[in-house]
């Protein structure tokens, strides 16, 4: 089943700093990705935001570049699709679900994905996760 990926499960992957209950639902939308032949769909601002925690992850010594490097290849193999009419959403859909559920717009983005494509939606983000509920979007796994 494929499903709309939120960068906040995607960087418990790699920090693992996460409590143990988030630690296990990002465990289980990977295996999802690796066995199940899931799809995970993101949209153009997933890589930003992952690239965003990168670097300040590295400036903080949380991790290392080559730490990083090695989960980009991770991140390179897994079956990620990412959605470009996100830029074409934006500035209409997303900004209207930015306002109504009082998300960032970043957070909004992911929203819209799951509501235009029927997708449930993987997160951590408590707001999104409680903004995806009211929308009617399933959580995923």
Do not use: C
Request: glycine share 4%.
């Amino acid at each position: 089943m494929n499903f709309v990926l939120d960068a906040s499960v995607t960087m418990v992957w790699l920090l693992g700093d996460a409590k143990q209950s988030d630690q296990n639902y990002a465990k289980r939308v990977l295996n999802a990705l690796k066995v199940s032949g899931a799809l995970a769909e993101v949209p153009v601002i997933w890589a930003l935001d992952v690239t965003n925690v990168l670097v300040k992850g590295e400036s903080r010594q949380l991790f290392t570049e080559a730490q990083s490097e090695a989960f980009l290849e991770m991140l390179s193999a897994a079956p990620i699709s990412a959605d470009h009419a996100t830029f074409t959403t934006a500035l209409g859909d997303t900004l209207q679900l930015a306002r109504r559920y009082r998300l960032s717009s970043y957070d909004a983005a992911y929203l819209e994905l799951a509501l235009r494509r029927g997708l449930p939606l993987a997160t951590l983000d408590a707001d999104l996760n409680k903004a995806a509920r009211k929308a009617g979007v399933l959580r995923f796994v």
